[in-house]
């Protein structure tokens, strides 16, 4: 017990100094950047060209190359200098010679948690602008309704999958080292446990650079096959992502010299250095997060729900491992380490919650909610197991069985951790403001009338919500050209919400059939909802509409 209790003082003293610094230095919660403002304001129409567009955001931002662009009348980009960046400030010169007409700016940048986000607007030098729905108006107050694309999952597979693999590293290394540390010294020299370690260590350093090469393509917005793109390398390593991920690298050859062999950790001055280095891992895991742009307090949270975790999991996998030659007195100091980590994984759990979600209706109105939902169903599924193997001990008994369960849990819990890194968190809510709107609204007394809404030069769309009920709708949209023939489209994309409730957009996936594209919802409440649709592949850029559909009980 002198061990753990040495162990209990130094991780005391970590969490206390981590407590201290984030009282300190705590900053407001934010989970992604918002566009605060947009010059010219969406809808401008002006007599004489923008000197320069400033886009504001709540948080700062990385550009990403040729993610911000300016669109004529016609969807030709519009030659333009290239955009500076100044910590939340984006500021774009124009041309001074842009001809009259309709111009729309579409803009994607990185937030500092390495989500992607983009959005439009428009304005007219001359001329009326187009319409827009949903991007900054330039009065101050943030409306990103339909402007963002960050609500949701929106990484493709090969970016969960790095995140999946670096958390299950991390967790082997750490799981691993801190038993033979805190709970069993004598199985230093246990082969399978050395090589659990170093799998941990090859897999979180390969993991490491694999995460690195995909965010490039991921917040540029193309294909995975780019991944070895210099210049993509050279934009991921500028972001506060990239540094995360190079400090982790960095941390992972501390690491390696310290417990490549894992004896060296029983010294006196690795049994220090390694819990640092590890802390200092977890850090680079919430650093590479949300946590990256809510400040210190949610960093040193992230990081001691990922510290802990990893202490949970990859011990389980060490008891798995070892099976029947553990002793009674390092499985008794390992269910003390475990219980540890459960209280504090729960503690920092909740206060995540109660920082990332606005209102409780989110957990199951939001991609964010529904993920940390199946996450909580899956770690209290996980305690029971935990306390199952708890009683066997207090009887005596080895509870291989329930360990073996806990840590098939446990693997479940961190793959949909990883889902849960790459979905934005739901935006604070915001005061709604007065918009035009392209459609009309759908009453009882006309529920499966179409809501016509413009597509521009391209043509048109018309929405059907049937029925316009709180009983479960199917949306049915049609696109159609000028001359009223089907428009083709590569791609929909949905998103449901409700100001007047400060319900954030809410994604809905939508399908092709039958030349019409649908998607099934189930309003949760009657009143006012807007609809906004982003078309892709009906021209050069993206095309982006919106109407309000009224729903009944």
């Known amino acids: 017990m002198a061990t753990l209790s040495i162990a209990a003082r130094r991780v005391g003293l970590i969490g206390a100094l981590a407590v201290l610094f984030a ?47 300016l669109v004529d009348g016609v969807g030709a980009t519009v030659p333009t200098s290239d955009p500076t960046v100044d910590g939340h400030t984006v500021n774009w010169p124009m041309p001074a010679d842009l001809p009259e007409g309709a111009y729309v700016v579409t803009w994607r940048v990185v937030s500092s948690d390495g989500h992607p986000i983009s959005g439009a607007s428009s304005f007219g030098v001359g001329t009326a602008a187009a319409t827009v729905p949903g991007s900054g108006t330039g009065t101050g107050a943030a409306d990103t309704t339909g402007s963002t694309v960050a609500n949701g999952l929106t990484a493709p597979w090969p970016v969960v999958v790095m995140r999946l693999a670096g958390y299950i590293a991390f967790a082997l290394f750490a799981g691993v080292a801190a038993f033979v540390l805190f709970c069993a010294p004598d199985t230093n020299k246990n082969p399978a446990l050395q090589a659990l370690a170093r799998a941990g260590l090859l897999g979180g ?53 310290l417990a490549w062999r894992l ?12 819990p640092a280095a590890m802390a200092g891992t ?8 949300h946590a990256a742009a809510s400040g210190l307090i949610d960093l040193t949270i992230d990081a001691l729900h990922a510290l802990t975790a990893g202490l949970w999991v990859g011990g389980l996998a060490a008891l798995v491992v070892l099976g029947r030659s553990v002793e009674p007195r390092a499985l008794h100091r390992f269910s003390t380490l475990a219980m540890a980590s459960v209280i504090t994984l729960i503690v920092t759990g909740i206060l995540n ?9 989110e957990l199951w109105l939001t991609s964010y909610g529904l993920t ?8 209290a599924c996980t305690i029971a197991a935990a306390s199952v193997s708890r009683r066997r001990l207090r009887q005596k008994q080895v509870p291989r069985r329930s360990v073996r369960f806990e840590a098939g849990l446990t693997v479940a819990v961190l793959a949909v951790t990883a889902l849960l890194s790459m979905t934005a968190p739901p935006p604070p809510p915001q005061a709604a403001e007065p918009t035009s709107h392209t459609g009309h609204d759908v009453g009882p007394e006309a529920a499966n009338e179409a809501v016509q809404m413009s597509l521009g030069d391209h043509g048109k769309a018309a929405l059907a919500v049937l ?86 009980d």
Do not use: C
Request: hydrophobic content about 50%; glycine content about 8%; overall charge positive.
């Open 23 to 69: 009282l300190l230095f705590a900053s407001p919660a934010a989970a992604h950047a918002d566009l605060r403002n947009i010059t010219p304001a969406n809808g401008a129409q002006l007599d004489r060209p923008p000197t320069a567009v400033q886009l504001t955001f709540t948080e700062s931002v990385n550009l990403v190359d040729g993610g911000i662009r």
């Open 353 to 361: 919650s109660l920082r990332q979600l606005n209102a409780v209706e």
């Open 205 to 257: 350093a390969l993991a490491t650079v694999a995460a690195i090469l995909v965010q490039g393509p991921y917040t540029a917005g193309v294909p995975m096959s780019r991944v070895f793109d210099t210049r993509l390398l050279q934009q991921t390593l500028t972001t506060p992502f990239g540094a995360a991920m190079m400090w982790r690298l960095a941390l992972y050859g501390v690491l390696g010299v």
């Open 263 to 274: 004896p060296r950790i029983l010294t006196q001055l690795g049994s220090w250095l390694l």
């Open 467 to 552: 029925p316009a009920t709180t009983t479960g709708s199917q949306l049915q949209l049609l696109l159609t050209d000028a001359n009223g023939e089907p428009l083709p489209a590569t791609r929909v994309t949905l998103k449901v919400a409700n100001p007047a409730r400060d319900i954030a957009p809410i994604p809905v996936p939508m399908s092709m059939r039958d030349g019409v594209w649908v998607a099934s919802y189930r309003f949760p409440f009657a009143g006012t909802w807007k609809a906004i649709f982003t078309v892709d592949g009906i021209g050069t850029s993206t095309v982006v509409t919106g109407a309000d559909v009224t729903i009944r």
């Open 372 to 379: 940390l939902a199946a996450k909580l169903v899956l770690v």
């Open 282 to 289: 977890a850090v680079t895991i919430a650093a590479a997060g």
